[in-house]
């Protein structure tokens, strides 16, 4: 995530700023660019403090769940992130209409990424057949209702927002990591095997020589899976014990961590991170200086992103809490991010 400024006082604003705290204009943003822009809270309306281009925010930001713009004649109520929207849970909960906030963060940072990314996302509720959604559901009395992907419709169960929940599963299912961002960059992960993978031939045989052959029945899978356990060498090969169950698996958990590597070093980049620690070999230096996103050589990313995980890691044990990245990157796992990196280059040629 880039570093966003006040466009009346220059002070430096979050992703999710709805003001600026040192001279409390308001701030919005703008998705086509990437920008967040400011406005006179004295106003009428929303002039841009650099443009002078008037703006209203997505209809979401009445629930404070959302500080994007839509242009000011835009047919659409809602922006670009929350028109993926289909289903939001009883907001008359307050306990949901919290998880909500929760789950509207994750995925408008999803949303910047696939954006900048530069891939199509369009809305299935005008797409149907190639398009995308998301469902923040409550499972109350149906326990066959999932966190999945299905056909282009992304199911997060609300419980996944819950904090204390979520890190109870994560012990129980022995998950070194569990986010809400992780959950949804798994799924969509799901969603861009389709368009991505199944439509290209070529993608697709190369696909199956590394990840394996997606063929094999996935139900009978996870039910191995899930009495067998994973491999004893599962570590070798695969980015987590669930990335065994499955090639499609394997598919989506590689895909989350291409996504986190991604954003870890775009944020690093531009606060201007260095590693240099002091009395260590060369391999622990790196030098932040390169949005990844723009970056074709996959190798360099990833021996970037090594020892920034490692510093930042350690910061965090100093902190008493757990790893930024807990995870061990090896040859056969960085072979495919490197074919997901290559793909999403060719797909933006």
Not at 133 to 146: E, G, H, R, S
Not at 216 to 224: K, P, T
Request: aromatic share 12%; hydrophobic share 35%.
């Amino acid at each position: 995530m880039k570093i966003f400024q006040c466009g009346h006082c220059a002070q430096s604003l979050f992703f999710e700023s709805y003001t600026c705290e040192n001279c409390g204009h308001l701030s919005g943003f703008r998705d086509e660019d990437r920008k967040m822009l400011t406005f006179d809270p004295g106003g009428a309306t929303l002039i841009s403090d650099r443009e002078q281009i008037e703006y209203r925010y997505c209809k979401n930001k009445e629930y404070n769940v959302c500080n994007w713009l839509v242009e000011k004649d835009s047919p659409e109520e809602f922006c670009q992130a929350c028109q993926l929207n289909r289903t939001i849970p009883n907001l008359s909960d307050e306990e949901n209409f919290e998880k909500w906030q929760n789950l509207e963060i994750a995925k408008h940072r999803l949303i910047y990424q696939l954006q900048k990314i530069g891939l199509d996302l369009p809305s299935k509720m005008s797409n149907n057949k190639e398009g995308l959604c998301f469902d923040f559901v409550v499972q109350k009395n149906n326990p066959k209702l999932m966190t999945g992907h299905a056909n282009g419709v992304i199911t997060i169960l609300l419980r996944e927002a819950d904090s204390a929940l979520r890190e109870q599963m994560r012990k129980q299912f022995l998950e070194p990591y569990r986010t809400l961002i992780g959950h949804l960059r798994h799924e969509v992960g799901h969603y861009f095997w389709d368009r991505l993978i199944y439509s290209n031939k070529k993608a697709l045989k190369e696909y199956r020589s590394i990840f394996g052959n997606e063929r094999a029945n996935y139900g009978d899978s996870l039910q191995s899976y899930y009495k067998k356990g994973a491999p004893a060498d599962w570590q070798k090969s695969f980015i987590s014990k669930y990335a065994t169950s499955h090639p499609w698996e394997d598919w989506a958990e590689t895909w989350a961590h291409y996504l986190h590597i991604m954003d870890m070093l775009e944020t690093a980049y531009f606060f201007g991170l260095n590693v240099k620690p002091i009395d260590t070999t060369n391999t622990m230096k790196a030098n932040v200086s390169f949005d990844p996103y723009t970056e074709i050589d996959f190798d360099v990313i990833i021996e970037t992103c090594i020892p920034l995980s490692f510093a930042v890691n350690s910061i965090n044990r100093a902190m008493g809490v757990p790893d930024v990245y807990p995870f061990i990157v090896t040859k056969e796992m960085i072979k495919k991010m490197k074919f997901i990196h290559q793909l999403l280059l060719t797909k933006r040629a």
